[in-house]
């Protein structure tokens, strides 16, 4: 199994009155994404090929995000998991045994999570920037280790 960890592209900033999870992308943050996604369809190499899954934050930023890569690549919608959000890496894991072997998993979500996770499964530090994406090949399913 292939994982792709990808963090959201720019959101609106915080600010009082406005709920995190409600972010939205800026228009500079959706265009600058737009010129990342050549280098994820690169990276992902024949599409028909391969057996994707598409998971999501409930977060509105990482939600657009998914949304522009799964319009690109002709994906479908991603699967919500408020895990993603919230950082709960048991039910990652749990939810990850229903993904088979031989899945693609892309996983749209946020910062500190996803370099912790990246962290937790290859022993590698990686600070990911908004829009980056990290991909990492499972070697190991319990305990999950990846490359």
Do not use: C
């Amino acid at each position: 199994m292939e994982l792709i960890f990808i963090r959201h592209a720019k959101a609106e900033e915080r600010r009082e009155g406005l709920v995190d999870i409600d972010r939205h992308l800026t228009d500079k943050g959706k265009e600058k994404y737009a010129k990342l996604l050549p280098k994820l369809e690169e990276k992902l190499g024949p599409l028909k090929e391969r057996n994707f899954v598409n998971w999501s934050s409930p977060a509105n930023r990482a939600q657009e995000t998914a949304a522009l890569a799964a319009d690109k690549l002709k994906l479908e919608e991603p699967r919500i998991h408020e895990f993603i959000y919230t950082g709960e890496i048991e039910k990652f894991l749990e939810a990850l045994k229903t993904v088979q072997d031989d899945a693609t998993l892309l996983v749209f979500g946020h910062e500190p999570t996803l370099s912790e996770w990246v962290y937790e499964f290859t022993g590698e530090s990686r600070r990911m920037r908004k829009g980056s994406m990290v991909s990492m090949e499972v070697t190991q399913r319990d305990p999950l280790k990846a490359t």
